[in-house]
């Protein structure tokens, strides 16, 4: 039987935006996966978990914004109250879980430049390829940066994308500030969000 090959993209997605949505399907067609999961963050160790919407809403919006894609699969792996989320132990569930799959952790370059300060970060780097997604100007640092981390053990592939500048955070202050965010989130999800008056 053929090992099945996901890449694996979590985050808050406080709400999940088109960026990244053209994240994943540009590391889907670069790594000719076939499929990309999804996972919600719980409580993120990085995050306030007071700030952030609760998990119920964001696997809500996340469906909306994911169900036009067959390749695209959700887990609420992470939903667990009040415990801590680590993308290590979250990969080692899988990883046991799922022998028969070859997973690729899905990161940014701005999360690459952090994930020193990562739980079990030396385990994790080894645990399984990475995919990060080149949205930087400068090209070497980045590079750097992607030899730094496979010279410690790790398998990091560097993936490029459109450029498309869009945060969830800037997303929440834009319609806060009741502005417009059409055409920067699924339009589904866009609805949603009007519909429940958050982050409001």
């Not at 994911?66 to 992470?78: L, Y």
């Not at 010279?151 to 869009?166: A, C, Y």
Request: charged share 25%.
């Amino acid at each position: 039987m053929r090992r099945k090959k996901i890449g694996v993209m979590g985050g808050t997605f406080d709400p999940i935006h088109l960026g990244h949505l053209l994240i994943a399907q540009s590391v889907l067609d670069e790594l000719k996966l076939d499929e990309v999961l999804f996972i919600p963050a719980g409580v993120p160790p990085h995050k306030d978990h007071r700030a952030i919407t609760e998990f119920s809403l964001r696997w809500e919006m996340l469906q909306l914004a994911i169900q036009d894609n067959p390749a695209f699969i959700a887990s609420a792996i992470e939903d667990q109250e009040g415990k801590r989320s680590y993308t290590y132990d979250t990969l080692c569930q899988l990883i046991r879980e799922n022998p028969l799959v070859d997973y690729t952790f899905i990161i940014g370059e701005d999360s690459l430049r952090n994930i020193h300060t990562w739980y079990k970060v030396k385990e994790l780097i080894g645990l399984v390829p990475f995919a990060v997604v080149d949205r930087v100007i400068d090209e070497a640092s980045f590079l750097s940066f992607i030899k730094k981390y496979n010279d410690m053990g790790g398998n990091f592939h560097p993936v490029e994308m459109p450029l498309m500048e869009i945060s969830s955070t800037d997303l929440r202050n834009r319609v806060g500030a009741r502005r417009n965010i059409r055409y920067m989130v699924p339009e589904s999800v866009r609805k949603y969000i009007e519909e429940r008056g958050l982050y409001r």
